[in-house]
């Protein structure tokens, strides 16, 4: 049984990282933006242990890039970058679709479901109404638990893992795009209606419609590609 210490301390690097995550998709630490381990751990107020490890972890997520004399950055994505994870996540989704599809949903997954399309219900709200932090808590919960039916952890954690980065490229841009509203996908209800039909054809559809969207405000981005934070016309 471990010791009371290393369960605080790994519940503290988790914290940590989560609080930090948090801090990069709600733009608040933008792409190239550098920090030290002493500058995080000042400003949560805690030692420098849980810190290194919660940095360590999130640059092994691809979220974060260091450098030995100079601490670590936000990794900065590019478009190519940002076209291979909607690629990526597209494959991964229709794996999880193909599951599906094979073993039909029981009473628990039913059960599930039922809290997937609550996350459906306030993602699409959200998009709507160009609430972007409230979209990306819910679009990021609602994809967790739409993977979780294929009752498989690695392709939960994967498919998790190319939402995030997406994000996490994406966030910068939209905060700094007037036509934001127009960019953010809403079709989460109808892609839980298709599960729920067990339609996977369905599903795809709705899912390739998604990646079209994404891939076409890419197009948008490319010619310039400007730096996060400055204004787009």
Known sequence: MPASGAVTRNTLRQQIADALRDEVLAGRLLPGEEFTVKHIA????V???PVREA???????GLLDSDQHRGFHVHQFTVSDFRSMVEARSLIADGVFRRIEEHPIGRVQSETLVSVRRRAEEAGRAAKGGDLDVLIGYDLRFWRELAALAANQ???DFLHRMRVQAWVFSVPFLRADRACRDWLWSGH???VDAIT???AEAARTVVDDCDAHALAWADRLEPEQPEPGR???
Do not use: F, H, M, W
């Open 42 to 45: 000042e400003q949560y107020g």
């Open 47 to 49: 030692s420098a242990t």
């Open 55 to 61: 940095l360590v972890d999130l640059s092994a997520q």
């Open 154 to 156: 690695y392709i939960c």
């Open 189 to 191: 209800e109808q892609l």
């Open 197 to 199: 039909l067990g339609d």
């Open 231 to 233: 204004p787009r016309k």
